[in-house]
Every structure is written in C-alpha cells, then in structure tokens.
C-alpha cells in the first residue's frame, strides 16, 4: 500500500481479556518495527522484525506481549491478559533500508478498562 | 542518564524567528541521528536525518551534528504557526537497520 496501515484505529477492552493489533508495512519494506507512546511519554521500543532475521525482542515488557510477522509482510502484536499500563498508542513503522528512517502508521489507541 | 535527552519546553517563538531544538545522546557509538515533527493525535513524520559532522540543510530545516560532543539539533528558520508541534530526535547505532531511540520530545510554540 501507499502507506503503513494499521488497525482498529481504536480498541477499547476490559482488563484481562486479550486484544491484536495489526500493521499492515509499505509494500516492499523489509524491516517492521513496533513502538508505543503514553499519554505526554516518548516512543517505547518493542519489537523490530529484519527480513528473515530473527525479532529484536529486546523493548516487550513483559510476556504477555508477542507479535510476529507472517510472510515478511502483516505483523500482528498480540497483548494478552491487558493490564490498565498496557493501554497507550501503538505504533508501527516500516523501512526499507533502515538507514533513512521510519514511516510510522497512524497507530492504534488502545484503552483498557 | 538518558539514552537521548531533550528539553521538553515548551519552546515559545514568535512567527519569523529561528527556532532551536537540542538533543544530547549517550551512546558514542551512535551513526546515525533523525528529527521527526509530530502533531497533537497525529503519528509521528520525518523530518530529516544525518550521519555526518557538519550541516545538512532542506528547506527552512537545518540539521546539525557534533559526535565529539554528542550533540544533534535542528533549526527551523521563518518560523509558521503550522511548525507548532512536538520534535523528537532519535539515533540509531548503526546506519541501517535497527531500532530507534527517541528522546522525549520538545514542544514548539510558534505564535503569530
């Protein structure tokens, strides 16, 4: 697509139940990467997929986050038992080289109740 | 000590000026440096991105490096009202792929 895609645009979800996430990269983009940002907060790195490498998994907080990526393409993060921390913007991003930075998607806002 | 540090304002200039926003990192091994401009419940956009010493200009932007110092900025000439927005700068460790990190952000006031 002409753009990173990611949806729902919005998620609101009782705490424990488990919600995905997806993102949809620029065709052609080999590196996908996951980020989140809390209200007035940096970005949070938590995940970043590299072709057929294996994830940098280093940013997931805990392990009720995963995520992958299916084909080299669409990736889905997966937050299970949703805690009220977890709720937050989650953005994609996706590059082709790397070296000249990310297109992020327009995230998705996730609220826990 | 942060990875990258930024002050997080606000930064208030009149519509014309020359707006300044600093960034310090703490990895010297750090290459590669990006300044992303993002609107209030928008996704942050790229700015732009430098990997050597020096200036790299694009339009009213200007980015600046000083690895000795470990110290990035940019500067935005003839400020505009639509420049009002949060800045975030963020390095890479290499010049390819990897991840990001970003500092906090500084948040540019320009009024008319």
């Known amino acids: 697509g002409a753009g990173v895609s990611q949806s729902p645009s919005n998620k609101v979800t009782e705490k424990g139940k488990d919600v995905e996430l997806r993102c949809d990269p620029i065709?052609?983009?080999?590196?996908l990467y996951w980020y989140r940002q809390s209200l007035g907060q940096g970005l949070e790195f938590l995940i970043y997929f590299q072709g057929n490498s294996a994830p940098d998994k280093s940013g997931l907080p805990s392990d009720r986050f995963s995520a992958e990526r299916t084909g080299g393409s669409v990736s889905t993060l997966t937050i299970q038992r949703t805690q009220q921390e977890d709720s937050a913007v989650y953005l994609c991003?996706?590059?082709?080289?790397?070296?000249?930075?990310?297109?992020f998607g327009s995230g998705t806002r996730l609220t826990v109740v | 000590q942060k990875e990258v540090e930024q002050n997080s304002g606000p930064l208030s200039v009149p519509e014309g000026a020359i707006a300044s926003l600093n960034c310090t990192y703490s990895?010297?091994?750090?290459?590669?440096f990006f300044w992303y401009r993002q609107y209030s419940g928008k996704s942050p956009e790229l700015i732009m991105f430098?990997?050597?010493?020096g200036d790299k200009e694009d339009g009213r932007f200007t980015a600046q490096l000083n690895k000795a110092s470990q110290y990035v900025s940019l500067l935005i000439r003839d400020s505009q009202p639509s420049d009002s927005a949060t800045y975030l700068c963020a390095v890479n460790r290499g010049t390819s792929y990897g991840k990001l990190t970003f500092g906090q952000g500084t948040i540019l006031t320009v009024h008319p």
């Open positions: 065709s052609g983009h080999t590196a």
């Open positions: 990895d010297r091994g750090s290459q590669s």
């Open positions: 430098i990997y050597s010493n």
């Open positions: 991003a996706s590059s082709l080289t790397g070296g000249d930075g990310y297109t």
